[in-house]
Nanobody, 125 residues
Framework: QVQLVESGGDSVQTGGSLRISCAVAGFISNGFYMGWFLQAPGKERVGVAR????????RYADSVEGRFTISRDTAKNTLYLFMNSLKPEDTGMYYC??????????????????WGQGTQVTVSS
C-alpha cells in the first residue's frame, strides 16, 4: 500500500515560483509512472507532468512545458514539482499519483490508481 502526502501549496502572484512536494510512504517499484495533476474548481483533473521511475523520462502538458519541472529524489522518497512563471490558470488543487500502467496516455488521470490528498496552489493576478 502506497501513501502519498502532498505539501508546499501556497498563494503566489502571477510570475512567481513555487515548489510542491509529494512524500511517498511504501514501496514503488521501478517501472511505475509518478505524476502531478491539477484540478481547477469545477473542472476535471488533468495531467501536468509525469516521470518514469526507471528511465527518468519526463513528459509535460503543453500548458506548462518550459515552466514546470518534475523531479524525484529517491533517497528522500519524494516527488517534486517546480513551478515557474506561474499564471492564474495554474490555480487549483495539485495531486500526486502513481501507476504501474505504462500503457496508454501517461497524463490521463484515469490511468493512475494511487493518489494523495492534494495541495492548493492559488495564483493571483
Amino acid at each position: 500500500q502506497v501513501q502519498l502526502v502532498e505539501s508546499g501549496g501556497d498563494s503566489v502572484q502571477t510570475g512567481g515560483s513555487l515548489r510542491i512536494s509529494c512524500a511517498v510512504a511504501g514501496f514503488i517499484s521501478n517501472g511505475f509512472y509518478m505524476g502531478w495533476f491539477l484540478q481547477a474548481p469545477g473542472k476535471e483533473r488533468v495531467g501536468v507532468a509525469r516521470i518514469n521511475t526507471i528511465s527518468g523520462a519526463t513528459r509535460y502538458a503543453d500548458s506548462v512545458e518550459g515552466r514546470f519541472t518534475i523531479s524525484r529524489d529517491t533517497a528522500k522518497n519524494t516527488l517534486y514539482l517546480f513551478m515557474n512563471s506561474l499564471k492564474p490558470e495554474d490555480t487549483g488543487m495539485y495531486y500526486c499519483a502513481t501507476t504501474p500502467n505504462t500503457q496508454g496516455d501517461s497524463l490521463d488521470a484515469h490511468n493512475y490508481n494511487s493518489w494523495g490528498q492534494g495541495t492548493q496552489v492559488t495564483v493571483s493576478s
